[in-house]
Every structure is written in structure tokens, then in C-alpha cells.
């Protein structure tokens, strides 16, 4: 049964620094691409980030382009997610996802297969 599991969530000052941490287990983990979605209240689940089964593609939203960065250690089948400059707008329920790698369209939650339960994270003002 393929788990995902994110910690790391919190309540941080705006400017400061988040890291995110989503951890795999039941599933081959260095055959997915990995991604990180957000849900602000009353707001569609937007992407945020995605990275490749092997780490050497990464691409952003344009929103946290600069701020956010995407890694993964397929050793510890764990994803990160590092949160720096935070504004009160990344205010939202983070959720990791698994692809199969190859797939295309990573900014679409419907291309992944596998969803953690997610963690919030709060910027205050």
C-alpha cells in the first residue's frame, strides 16, 4: 500500500523559512516523479513544484520561482520541499504526489497517482 507522508508544516513569520519533508514507503520510489501541491482555503489545489525520478529536472510555479526548491534522496525515498522567503500568501495545505516518471502535464493534479494527507503551513504578516 503506497503511503506518502509530509512533515514540516508550521506557523512561520513572513520572510522566514519552512523545509517540507515527504516520506514514501510501498512503492518503488525512484520510478516516480515527485510533485508538491498547495490548497489555500476557497481555492482550487494548485502546483507548486515537481521533480524527476532521478533529480536532474525540477520546474516551479512562476508564484515561488526563486523561493521554493524542490529535492529528493531516493536513498531515504523522501522528497523536501525548501520554503525561504515566505509571504503571506504561500499560506495553505501542502501536499506531496507521486507521477510515473515520463508523464507529462506535471502541473495537473489528475497525473498523479499517489497523494500524502498533507501539512499546513501558515505566514503570518
Known amino acids: 500500500q503506497v503511503q506518502l507522508v509530509e512533515f514540516g508544516g508550521g506557523l512561520v513569520q513572513a520572510g522566514g523559512s519552512l523545509r517540507l519533508s515527504c516520506a514514501a514507503s510501498?512503492?518503488?520510489?525512484?520510478?516516480?516523479?515527485m510533485g508538491w501541491f498547495r490548497q489555500a482555503p476557497g481555492k482550487e489545489r494548485e502546483f507548486v513544484a515537481t521533480i524527476s525520478w532521478y533529480g536532474g529536472k525540477t520546474y516551479y510555479a512562476d508564484s515561488v520561482k526563486g523561493r521554493f526548491t524542490i529535492s529528493r534522496d531516493n536513498a531515504k525515498n523522501t522528497v523536501y520541499l525548501q520554503m525561504n522567503s515566505l509571504k503571506p500568501e504561500d499560506t495553505a495545505i501542502y501536499y506531496c504526489?507521486?507521477?510515473?516518471?515520463?508523464?507529462?502535464?506535471?502541473?495537473?493534479?489528475?497525473?498523479?497517482?499517489?497523494w500524502g494527507q498533507g501539512t499546513q503551513v501558515t505566514v503570518s504578516s
Open positions: 504526489a507521486a507521477r510515473m516518471a515520463g508523464t507529462t502535464n506535471y502541473d495537473s493534479p489528475s497525473v498523479y497517482h499517489h
Open positions: 510501498g512503492m518503488t520510489f525512484s520510478a516516480y516523479a
